[in-house]
T-cell receptor
Framework: IAGITQAPTSQILAAGRRMTLRCTQD?????MYWYRQDLGLGLRLIHY???????GKGEVPDGYSVSRANTDDFPLTLASAVPSQTSVYFC??????????FGSGTRLTVV | GQQVMQIPQYQHVQEGEDFTTYCNSS?????IQWYKQRPGGHPVFLIQ?????EVKKQKRLTFQFGEAKKNSSLHITATQTTDVGTYFC?????????????FGKGTKLSVKP
């Protein structure tokens, strides 16, 4: 692993189903983030974690939850998916001194 | 809350022409970062500007941070087809407690060979 790994790469999900998007980093960065990217709306922060054991809400947290049990992993869970959660989801990390490193993204379609 | 606005939303240029995208914040920023996202790809960090009035160059790319730390620009000289993508600026609110990046909506650059 080099950088951030996200899984799955893409997923089609029935509305109402529960889904966890996985994110793992190997850079020992303290901070991790989840963004969603929608056409015309740019990147919007869903949740963040400044260090293992802590999480916070971003701009669009409703319908999503996160956990940060250790430094490397930051999963994003959709408890009951809705079509408006169709988006591309990016996980990112940083060490607070410079730019964010992004994963390759998960393309999620909720039908 | 803090807002970061970018213009233009789209820019179409002929290969060899120059390109500039502008970023404006509603609040004073502690720093500003620029990212490039190729079509179908993920955002990739280009540079961070911290000081008022700072100018940095990366080959054909010139980045500027305004004196008031509320605006920034990215200028590409003599565009190439490899410059195609969406360029995002992102800033951290100077007084923000969260310290999380707020992204502009991006400028999508297309280059006609």
């Amino acid at each position: 692993i080099a950088g951030i790994t996200q899984a799955p790469t893409s997923q089609i999900l029935a509305a109402g189903r529960r889904m966890t998007l996985r994110c793992t980093q190997d850079m020992r960065h303290n901070a991790m983030y989840w963004y969603r990217q929608d056409l015309g709306l740019g990147l919007r922060l869903i949740h963040y974690s400044n260090t293992a054991g802590t999480t916070g809400k971003g701009e669009v947290p409703d319908g999503y939850s996160v956990s940060r049990a250790n430094t490397d992993d930051f999963p994003l869970t959709l408890a009951s998916a809705v079509p408006s959660q169709t988006s591309v989801y990016f996980c990112a990390s940083s060490d607070f001194s410079g730019g964010y490193t992004f994963g390759s993204g998960t393309r999620l379609t909720v039908v | 809350g803090q807002q970061v606005m970018q213009i233009p939303q789209y820019q179409h240029v002929q290969e060899g022409e120059d390109f500039t995208t502008y970023c404006n914040s509603s609040t004073t920023l502690s720093n500003i970062q620029w990212y490039k996202q190729r079509p179908g790809g993920h955002p990739v960090f280009l540079i961070q500007l911290v000081k008022s009035g700072e100018v940095k160059k990366q080959k054909r790319l010139t980045f500027q941070f305004g004196e008031a730390k509320k605006n920034s620009s990215l200028h590409i000289t003599a565009t190439q087809t490899t410059d195609v993508g969406t360029y995002f600026c992102a800033g951290i609110d100077y007084g923000g407690s969260q310290g999380n990046l707020i992204f502009g909506k991006g400028t999508k650059l297309s280059v006609k060979p």
